[in-house]
């Protein structure tokens, strides 16, 4: 009897495992993302509901720090630097930290973004940015906690909070006027060495037009003022495949003392092989 239980519980182990109760969260997740101007942001956080409770006052208390929502951090990621209060922010992601008073939050940008709630143990030295806005009373209660990017410009957003009577509305600047000036001064400039490099190397490894790949590797080399070992090489690939032998082991040459400079020993390999094969 005892062999066919331990036999059964084997049997049975895999559909134990796999029947999980599923139920919804007291608190779904959330999640925003918004390009404003050029930036993206993105929000992730957890949303609790009134359900007849006083919220502000007493289920969050006033003057106290709050972990903006529920369970784990509430993270907001910012893919540029952006200017809050006109202080900089570093792109990357945060928890957002609040004191919610009567008229006005006190909003903290916090580098740790693990903590399951509060922080067990709370560091100034984590704090990226604090800064106080102005609330809002509205009149039209907001049952469900709710995160949002609104009021959107070229320029600027503003990060929205509201819940039960209360709303803030946090302005951030952008640096779309600095990234669309670059992005201008770049596109108008022409193709970079780089980008002649890219192209002559996808023909050359496709098999494409070598004329074109030859002419694309010389701009590459004409403009590029430190003449890396992976350009000469490609350059010198490309040479011998046109029959240029000689010119492809002075290429060559280049690109073996180049790379024996940075210390890449396949590059060394390579080129030297290659040397030997073009000198038959």
């Excluded at 590797?217 to 690939?237: H, N, T």
Aim: charged share 25%; proline share 4%; hydrophobic share 40%.
């Amino acid at each position: 009897m005892k062999k066919l239980l331990i036999a059964l519980a084997i049997i049975l182990a895999p559909f134990a495992s796999e029947a999980q109760i599923k139920t919804p969260q007291a608190s779904p997740k959330g999640y925003i993302k918004q390009t404003v101007g050029l930036t993206d942001v993105e929000v992730t956080y957890s949303r609790p509901s009134a359900r007849g409770r006083a919220v502000f006052g007493n289920l969050v208390p006033f003057g106290k720090l709050w972990r903006t929502g529920a369970n784990e951090n509430t993270i907001i990621n910012f893919g540029d630097d952006v200017v809050i209060d006109g202080k900089t922010l570093k792109k990357g992601k945060y928890s957002i930290y609040t004191i919610p008073r009567i008229e006005s939050w006190e909003v903290i940008f916090y580098l740790s973004t693990d903590n399951w709630g509060l922080p067990e143990n709370w560091s100034d030295a984590y704090v990226a940015l604090k800064t106080t806005v102005k609330e809002e009373a509205l009149t039209i209660p907001v049952e469900t906690f709710t995160i949002g990017i609104n009021s959107l410009d070229q320029n600027f957003g503003h990060l929205e909070m509201a819940w039960e009577n209360s709303r803030v509305a946090l302005k951030f600047e952008v640096p779309t006027e600095k990234m669309a000036a670059a992005s201008i001064k770049k596109t108008l400039a022409g193709p970079t060495w780089n980008d002649y490099y890219a192209a002559s190397q996808y023909l050359f490894q496709s098999n494409g037009d070598l004329t074109n790949a030859r002419d694309y590797v010389d701009r590459a080399w004409e403009m590029s003022q430190d003449k890396p070992y992976y350009l000469s090489r490609l350059k010198s690939l490309i040479q011998a495949k046109q029959g240029d032998k000689a010119g492809a082991i002075e290429t060559a040459k280049i690109s073996l003392a180049a790379s024996e400079a940075a210390n890449n020993q396949d590059y060394v390999k390579m080129n030297k092989d290659s040397i030997s094969e073009w000198s038959r």
